[in-house]
């Protein structure tokens, strides 16, 4: 079958993507990977008649590392992020997130800034970026403006960008001194399926210091659950902290039932896996770990 | 709708070829050059029948667009064979009966051979994750995986 029509740019600098961007704004849609949009394209989800390929622009296949922390630029596929000592050394959770999505053929293709853009409630680079409090940069006719990974996700497949405005790359902050952090998948199989669930954690210390938890596939967006923390204020052994932690990301996240499982088995195993995550970061013997 | 001249090079051959925009590298290979080794089947990025190497990377070619590809180079299974030799992944895939109905032995093939070009020596667990991104709809995965083993041993790949 025959996608539907629309007319192909690949600017060569960011002036004219910006331009070209700013000229048919709602009318457009972004190439990277393209692992999503051509999809959503034959579904005739999204109907463009304007597709602009950011892969034309040398700048945006940059992945840098500096003192600040990690750029990666909106043509990084999710391999280049993988064969990246720096990434699999320093940012850990991010490299295990993004050693589950799809299967590895879709990542020599599919980018990170796509999965963000993308905006799946199940997308599992979410997670790890949302615990890793990265920032997003966008780009438009007006200028640029940073957001935070937290505020960008606004509805399922929707973000925070306007008309006429890409991600030119997404930058995290490399992780405190002494964090870990790591990001757990549960899925029907073990390859090549969007996740039931997914957890992604970090944390330093005992959890005193720092502790963030974020899920995908739990909430119409990926979620940073708040107050996590505040489980590991408290007395109690870590075993009674991790207990309560498991309960204030139950209270937070509101699961729905679809073609993968039904709301109370996620709800069920966003408690599992949190549990999980946390006992092997913090050091906790676990029997199914 | 916006119509692209585009040169690529498919198995060593250069082609220069006028594209519209919405032609994707599959309809390419299979309508326009008539390479019909690689298969079409779900045209979503789930099943991986359509693996193609793009420039020496396993690539589901249903997800890219055939303008994406202007200058680069697109091995397809057409181009494994050297003269009249069929390669050491394709001689295991006969010996091991790793083909049943077939239809997914070309993607297996093609993807073993850059494997096996990047990863010499892979473990079982490396085949496993390298060929998770396709399916085979009869299950004839454990002879598929013995296939690529056995190649990874051979002197000749």
């Not at chain 2, 498919?10 to 008539?34: F, H, P, S």
């Not at chain 2, 396709?134 to 790949?157: E, F, H, M, P, V």
């Amino acid at each position: 079958m025959p996608l539907p029509k629309f007319d192909y740019t690949r600017p060569k600098t960011m002036r004219k993507l910006v331009s070209a961007l700013a000229e048919h704004k709602a009318d457009t849609k972004i190439i990277a990977g393209g692992t999503d949009l051509v999809v959503l394209l034959r579904d005739k989800i999204v109907r463009p008649n304007y597709v602009i390929d950011v892969k034309g622009v040398r700048e945006l296949h940059k992945l840098s590392w500096n003192k600040l922390g990690l750029t990666i630029g909106a043509a990084v596929t999710l391999n280049e992020l993988l064969d990246s000592d720096v990434v699999k050394q320093k940012f850990g959770v991010l490299w295990k997130a993004a050693s589950t999505l799809a299967d590895p053929t879709i990542r020599n293709r599919a980018t990170l800034v796509g999965n963000v853009c993308n905006a799946s409630p199940a997308a599992d680079t979410a997670p790890a970026l949302l615990v890793m409090d990265a920032k997003v940069e966008v780009v438009g006719k007006k200028g640029k403006r940073t957001v935070a990974i937290k505020d960008f996700f606004k509805g399922v497949k929707k973000t925070a960008l306007k008309p006429g405005e890409f991600v030119r790359a997404v930058k995290v902050p490399n992780p405190p001194e002494g964090a870990r952090g790591d990001y757990l998948k549960w899925g029907r199989t073990a390859g090549e399926d969007l996740s039931v669930v997914g957890v992604a954690a970090l944390v330093a210390d005992s959890g005193e210091k720092l502790m963030r938890v974020a899920l995908s596939s739990v909430a119409p967006t990926p979620l940073l659950v708040p107050d996590v923390e505040s489980a590991f204020k408290d007395g109690g052994s870590l075993d009674e902290k991790i207990e309560r932690a498991v309960s204030i990301v139950q209270s937070k996240i509101c699961p729905i039932s679809d073609v993968r499982c039904c709301k109370e088995y996620r709800l069920y195993m966003a408690g599992v896996l949190t549990s999980r995550v946390l006992k092997r970061l913090l050091g906790v013997a676990d029997v199914q770990a | 709708m916006s119509r692209h001249k585009i040169s690529l090079t498919v198995n060593g051959q250069r082609y220069d070829v006028e594209v519209e925009a919405n032609r994707t590298l599959l309809q390419l290979i299979r309508e326009d050059l008539e390479m019909t080794g690689t298969k079409c089947a779900c045209e979503r990025g789930d099943c991986g029948l359509c693996t193609v190497l793009l420039d020496g990377v396993p690539t589901k070619s249903c997800l890219v667009l055939a303008v994406e590809v202007d200058g680069h180079e697109v091995t397809t299974v057409e181009g494994l064979v050297q003269g009249d030799e069929i390669n050491a992944v394709q001689r295991a895939f006969i010996e091991h009966g790793a083909v049943q109905c077939g239809f997914c032995t070309p993607a297996f093939v093609i993807a073993a051979t850059a494997l096996l070009k990047r990863n010499p020596h892979p473990t079982e667990d490396d085949i496993k994750e390298a060929m998770g991104g396709i399916l085979c709809r009869c299950t004839g995965y454990r002879q598929i995986i013995n296939a690529i083993l056995d190649a990874s041993k051979s002197d000749k790949k």
